[in-house]
């Protein structure tokens, strides 16, 4: 069964940093483009960054540019998201996905996702 | 940077049909994506490429699309179906994706 396991998550005071991981199973990871994707409380979807697979290409929203780094590591089939200088405004629900192919850049397997809370 | 837009709510009696949009500037170029999101769970992939469906989704569900507008349509729709439906596509600019706001589906 493919599966993506976020960790990692947790209370952050502003301006801190924290390091989620994804560990993924069932698929060969190291073959595939990979996403995390944040939704604060209430709120829609928002993509946040993509990986491909040999980790030498990364992809960033503008929200996050200069402020998160995407990794990964294929020996650990385990995706990663580096987070500094947090504010309130990163607070959400943080999911990884796979990335199923294509032109349109579909996410075809996802995490259940873990919380960021970013307050004093 | 692209945007979507979607309608924020619309409701539909049990077993009829009904159309969710998704209106954008990046789907006169890219194929629309739909993702259902039920409280507390994670999206899950309910169309590709504008009209795919991953194995394990009705085939009450379909999509379409033509110029800057993409559709899914659930026919028959049932109690399951009440979600949070999600568009996404490639942003036309840059490599980046871009989701719509988001419908909240209310089967009657």
């Known amino acids: 069964e493919m599966q993506l396991v976020e960790s990692g998550g947790g209370l952050v005071q502003p301006g801190g940093s924290l390091r989620l991981s994804c560990a993924a199973s069932?698929?060969?990871?190291?073959?595939?483009?990979m996403h995390w994707v944040r939704q604060a409380p209430g709120k829609g979807l928002v993509w946040v960054s993509r990986?491909?697979?040999?980790?030498?290409?990364?992809i960033y929203a503008d929200s996050v540019k200069g402020r998160f780094t995407i990794s990964r590591d294929n020996a650990k089939n385990t995706l990663y998201l580096q987070m500094n200088t947090l504010t309130a405004e990163d607070t959400a629900v943080y999911y990884c996905?796979?990335?199923?192919?294509?032109?349109?850049?579909?996410?075809?397997?996802w995490g259940k996702g873990t919380t960021v809370t970013v307050s004093p | 940077s692209s945007e979507l837009t979607q309608d924020p709510a619309v409701s539909v009696a049990l077993g009829q049909t009904v159309r969710i949009t998704c209106q954008g500037d990046?789907?006169?170029?890219?194929?629309a994506t739909w993702y259902q999101q039920k409280p507390g769970q994670a999206p899950v992939l309910v169309i590709y490429?504008?009209?795919n469906r991953p194995s394990g989704i009705p085939d009450r569900f379909s999509g379409s699309g033509s110029g800057n507008t993409a559709s899914l349509t659930i026919t028959g729709a049932q109690a399951e179906d009440e979600a949070d439906y999600y568009c996404?596509?490639?942003?036309?600019?840059?490599?980046?994706?871009?989701f719509g706001g988001g419908t909240k589906l209310t089967v009657l």
């Open positions: 996905a796979r990335e199923g192919g294509g032109l349109s850049l579909y996410m075809d397997v």
């Open positions: 069932g698929f060969t990871f190291s073959t595939y483009w």
């Open positions: 990986i491909n697979s040999d980790g030498s290409r990364t």
């Open positions: 990046s789907l006169r170029r890219f194929d």
């Open positions: 490429n504008k009209n």
């Open positions: 996404n596509s490639r942003d036309t600019i840059i490599d980046h994706l871009v």
